[in-house]
């Protein structure tokens, strides 16, 4: 009775800190994509050091953005392979963590999560991307401010409004980092829903504009003179 | 020396309140002490319907899914062309209403990358997640 | 060794014995490094480990957080003390009513319907699956009964 009782739980012990024949070289993958690159790609490599071939039976994505793509699903003893994982950036920011699960048939339970951290540049923050005057706001001026990425060379934005009746002007941030564009509608009875276009002055080949939308409540009134 | 059995559970126990004490003191801010943290994003399908036409729907997910079937009347707006989407989504806003931003299920990230992305980004108030997402909707109407 | 002690009558014992009582240390030292590793990672965050609890809804938010602080340093302790075999008797004991009450609390949210992720093993507990983590957990639990029936630190036969 103790004997069993001592191998049923060595057992589970050992199932649960047992090897698995699928070795990872690494499963997180840090990416720097650039601010002109559309995709992060990163490799997961693997190697079977058991002695019995290994299916790969499921690759599944935390996100739709994130495509993994396998070569073969059957692994023989002593062979290598990777899972390829394309993130697709689309018009994220930041740090963005997606997850791909992996299962194999020498852990049967047990997935094999591969981590992708891609932290994405960002040539501009801008705060807010949406201002709104509603139908009980005076039409003062709303101050959108504008972060410039670390060592990006923006020197200067140009801005245009699709709206002409809405002004803007550039200022430096505070500091001397960054801008602030300060917003102001100058009519009011009419609704306006309206775009601000910036353009940094780099990359200077392929600059990429930023917007802000603007929205102004026809009942929004103008301030006192 | 052994202590006797009573002994011993008392000094475990007792041991074990002062790392924990000393946590929780460090956590006195970071933690709720008396009810759960409100996760006031989130919202449920019948309060969402609850809402009738001051709801504005917004569907998360990758555009594929979008177009095979969403909540009637949701907007697509995902981060894949958040530039692009977010000032049609905008421009049909109005402060009266309550955004409700849905992805494929309960564990799926996009619609609080989304909404979090509104509040952030546009300072919008009022975004609210769907409480189990695209698979609530379908499980109400099928 | 504290084994001799708590034989009072039995100071000799057959040669044939040793590696039985080997086995057991081992087993002591592993299931005592389990919960080491398993408080550890749970007092890494313990508004997380409030939240998991509260999933099980089993008691009120505000007796759950405090002891959302409280258990994971229990467990390291008692871990600590298996593997050092310190306080055993008390270790083994408090370590086996932890798991099963542990045990029961998710067979019984189980039953419920809840859906749980289960706050055992923090973010390296999400590999795996419901069904291994109860087998896991029934390992645990039978690993610590064997102890606490057969082992060494048991209360001195007077």
Same mark, same amino acid.
């Given at each position: 009775?103790?004997?069993?009782?001592?191998?049923?739980?060595?057992?589970?012990?050992?199932? @649960?800190?047992?090897?698995? @024949?699928?070795?990872?070289?690494?499963?997180?993958?840090?990416?720097?994509?650039?601010?002109?690159?559309?995709?992060?790609?990163?490799?997961?490599?693997?190697?079977?050091?058991?002695?019995?071939?290994? !299916?790969?039976?499921?690759?599944?994505?935390?996100?739709?953005?994130?495509? @993994?793509?396998?070569?073969?699903?059957?692994?023989?003893?002593?062979?290598?392979?990777?899972?390829?994982?394309?993130?697709?950036?689309?018009?994220?920011?930041?740090?963005?963590?997606?997850?791909?699960? &992996?299962?194999?048939?020498?852990?049967?339970?047990? @997935?094999?999560?591969?981590?992708?951290?891609?932290?994405?540049?960002?040539?501009?923050?801008?705060?807010?991307?949406?201002?709104?005057?509603?139908?009980?706001?005076?039409?003062?001026?709303?101050?959108?401010? &504008?972060?410039?990425?670390?060592?990006?060379?923006?020197?200067?934005?140009?801005?245009?409004?699709?709206?002409?009746?809405?002004?803007?002007? &550039?200022?430096?941030?505070?500091?001397?980092?960054?801008?602030?564009?300060?917003?102001?509608?100058?009519?009011?009875?009419?609704?306006?829903?309206?775009?601000?276009?910036?353009?940094?002055?780099?990359?200077?080949?392929?600059?990429?504009?930023?917007?802000?939308?603007?929205?102004?409540?026809? !009942?929004?009134?103008?301030?006192?003179? | 020396?052994?202590?006797?059995?009573?002994?011993?559970?008392?000094?475990?126990?007792?041991?074990?309140?002062?790392?924990? +004490?000393?946590?929780? +003191?460090?956590?006195?801010?970071?933690?709720?002490?008396?009810?759960?943290?409100?996760?006031?994003?989130?919202?449920?399908?019948?309060?969402? $319907?609850?809402?009738?036409?001051?709801?504005?729907?917004?569907?998360?997910?990758?555009? #594929?899914?979008?177009?095979?079937?969403?909540?009637?009347?949701?907007?697509?707006?995902?981060?894949?062309?958040?530039?692009?989407?977010?000032?049609?989504?905008?421009?049909?806003?109005?402060? #009266?209403? $309550?955004?409700?931003?849905?992805?494929?299920?309960?564990?799926?990230?996009?619609?609080?990358?989304?909404? #979090?992305?509104?509040?952030?980004?546009?300072?919008? $108030?009022?975004?609210?997640?769907?409480?189990?997402?695209?698979?609530?909707? $379908?499980?109400?109407?099928? | 060794?504290?084994?001799?002690?708590?034989? =009072?009558?039995?100071?000799?014992?057959?040669?044939?014995?040793?590696?039985?009582?080997?086995?057991? *240390?081992?087993?002591?030292?592993?299931?005592?490094?389990?919960? %080491?590793?398993?408080?550890?990672?749970?007092?890494?965050?313990?508004?997380?480990?409030?939240?998991?609890?509260?999933?099980?809804?089993?008691?009120?938010?505000?007796?759950?957080?405090?002891?959302?602080?409280?258990?994971?340093?229990?467990?390291?302790?008692?871990?600590?003390?298996?593997?050092?075999? *310190?306080?055993?008797?008390?270790?083994?004991?408090?370590? /086996?009513?932890?798991? %099963? %009450?542990?045990?029961?609390? /998710? %067979?019984?949210?189980?039953?419920?319907?809840?859906?749980?992720?289960?706050?055992?093993?923090?973010?390296?507990?999400?590999?795996? =699956?419901?069904?291994?983590?109860?087998?896991?957990?029934?390992?645990?639990?039978?690993?610590?009964?064997?102890?606490?029936?057969?082992?060494?630190?048991?209360?001195? *036969?007077?």
């Amino acid at each position: 009775m103790r004997a069993l009782l001592l191998v049923v739980s060595l057992n589970f012990l050992l199932a @649960a800190v047992g090897q698995a @024949a699928l070795v990872w070289e690494s499963t997180v993958a840090n990416l720097h994509p650039t601010i002109a690159d559309k995709t992060a790609v990163a490799h997961f490599k693997y190697k079977n050091t058991g002695d019995q071939p290994v !299916r790969i039976t499921s690759v599944h994505a935390s996100c739709g953005c994130t495509t @993994a793509a396998l070569a073969k699903d059957v692994v023989e003893p002593n062979e290598s392979g990777e899972i390829t994982a394309t993130f697709t950036i689309g018009d994220r920011s930041g740090m963005q963590a997606k997850t791909i699960t &992996v299962l194999s048939d020498d852990q049967p339970g047990q @997935a094999t999560l591969l981590h992708l951290n891609a932290t994405i540049p960002q040539l501009l923050t801008i705060n807010p991307v949406f201002v709104y005057w509603s139908a009980n706001d005076v039409l003062e001026p709303k101050t959108v401010t &504008v972060d410039v990425g670390p060592d990006f060379p923006v020197t200067k934005l140009n801005v245009t409004s699709t709206d002409k009746s809405i002004s803007t002007e &550039v200022q430096p941030g505070p500091d001397k980092k960054g801008f602030r564009i300060i917003v102001k509608p100058t009519e009011g009875g009419r609704p306006i829903n309206g775009t601000l276009k910036i353009e940094p002055d780099f990359p200077k080949d392929a600059p990429k504009p930023f917007y802000v939308n603007l929205r102004v409540d026809s !009942r929004a009134t103008l301030p006192p003179k | 020396m052994r202590l006797s059995f009573a002994r011993q559970l008392l000094l475990l126990l007792g041991l074990a309140f002062l790392p924990a +004490i000393g946590q929780a +003191i460090y956590y006195r801010n970071a933690a709720s002490w008396h009810q759960p943290p409100v996760d006031s994003a989130l919202v449920s399908l019948a309060q969402a $319907k609850g809402w009738g036409a001051n709801a504005l729907w917004l569907d998360a997910r990758p555009e #594929e899914q979008y177009a095979s079937g969403h909540v009637p009347g949701a907007m697509l707006l995902n981060e894949d062309r958040w530039n692009t989407l977010l000032p049609e989504v905008l421009a049909v806003w109005s402060p #009266e209403r $309550k955004l409700v931003v849905y992805c494929s299920q309960v564990t799926c990230n996009a619609s609080h990358a989304v909404a #979090e992305r509104l509040r952030q980004e546009a300072q919008l $108030k009022n975004v609210y997640v769907l409480q189990g997402g695209w698979e609530e909707w $379908k499980k109400a109407n099928p | 060794m504290e084994e001799s002690e708590s034989m =009072t009558g039995a100071e000799v014992r057959p040669a044939g014995r040793d590696w039985l009582l080997i086995v057991r *240390r081992m087993l002591a030292f592993l299931v005592g490094a389990v919960f %080491v590793y398993a408080g550890i990672l749970k007092a890494r965050d313990p508004v997380q480990f409030a939240t998991e609890i509260n999933n099980y809804r089993l008691i009120p938010w505000s007796i759950g957080v405090r002891m959302a602080f409280y258990l994971p340093w229990l467990e390291v302790l008692c871990g600590l003390a298996l593997i050092f075999h *310190r306080l055993f008797a008390g270790a083994l004991a408090l370590t /086996t009513g932890l798991m %099963v %009450v542990f045990i029961a609390a /998710t %067979v019984w949210a189980r039953l419920q319907g809840i859906d749980l992720a289960c706050g055992c093993f923090g973010s390296a507990g999400a590999n795996l =699956t419901p069904a291994w983590h109860l087998a896991i957990d029934t390992g645990l639990l039978a690993a610590l009964l064997y102890l606490w029936l057969r082992g060494p630190g048991r209360r001195p *036969r007077s």
